[in-house]
């Protein structure tokens, strides 16, 4: 069956950068994009981009362009984010979720979430 | 942006009884090239990751039970649940997927009354 497995939580200081790992499974990896999404304490769901996992093509939020990097390991299966510069507002949920097809944005598979703490 | 506005915040409903809840988007999400409203509806229970449960406004996810339903078109939609179980207490969210950023909406707290 399908399956996103995400690396642990994470605490960063105010300025540092974090890469969390989004492992998959179930599926031909390359034939389908992972989206990222965030959710901060209170908030609504924010969706950070895209990658297409075949091709490695992107597609960023303008809310974190310059910021984000998505790239993929198709040996490994695995889709990366990574996030720079961190402030106290990126305290959050990291989703990676599947798209229903290579550049799909229909969500059909959620990984677990990670948690990443930026505090001083 | 496209800016998603659910209602209610929370809803209490009796089991067996129906639920529904709204989403509104600050623009039309209903595509003239393919007649499609790029919305899809997300159910999240705590710990768990979130789940599809319908997309193109009104198409239900594989699997997921006929009791959920998917309505509406434009700028108003609406998710219903006949016959409320225990187990679909949960927070239950709207994501329009049409234009610039994919946005969601704030969320609905589902309980038993």
């Known amino acids: 069956q399908v399956q996103l497995v995400q690396s642990g939580a994470e605490v960063k200081k105010p300025g540092a950068s974090v890469k969390i790992s989004c492992k998959a499974s179930g599926y031909t990896f390359a034939s389908y994009g992972i989206h990222w999404v965030r959710q901060a304490p209170g908030q609504r769901l924010e969706w950070m981009g895209w990658?297409?996992?075949?091709?490695?093509?992107?597609k960023y939020s303008q809310n974190f362009q310059g910021r984000v990097t998505f790239t993929r390991d198709t040996s490994a299966i695995t889709v990366y984010m990574e996030l720079s510069s961190l402030r106290s507002e990126d305290t959050a949920v990291y989703y990676c979720?599947?798209?229903?097809?290579?550049?799909?944005?229909?969500?059909?598979?959620w990984g677990p979430g990670t948690l990443v703490t930026v505090s001083s | 942006d496209i800016v998603m506005t659910q209602s209610p915040d929370s809803l209490a409903v009796s089991l067996g009884e129906r639920a529904t809840i709204s989403c509104k988007s600050s623009?039309?999400?209903?595509?003239?090239?393919?007649?499609?409203?790029?919305l899809a509806w997300f159910q999240h229970k705590p710990g768990q990751s979130p789940n599809l449960l319908i997309y193109w406004a009104s198409t239900r996810e594989s699997g997921v039970p006929d009791r959920f339903s998917g309505s509406g078109s434009g700028t108003d939609f609406s998710l219903t649940i006949t016959s409320l179980q225990a187990e679909d207490v949960a927070v239950y969210f709207c994501q329009q997927y049409y234009g610039g950023p994919i946005t969601f909406g704030q969320g609905t707290r589902l309980e038993i009354k």
């Open positions: 979720a599947r798209g229903q097809d290579s550049d799909s944005w229909i969500f059909d598979y």
């Open positions: 623009q039309n999400i209903l595509s003239s090239s393919n007649n499609k409203n790029y």
């Open positions: 990658i297409n996992a075949g091709i490695g093509n992107t």
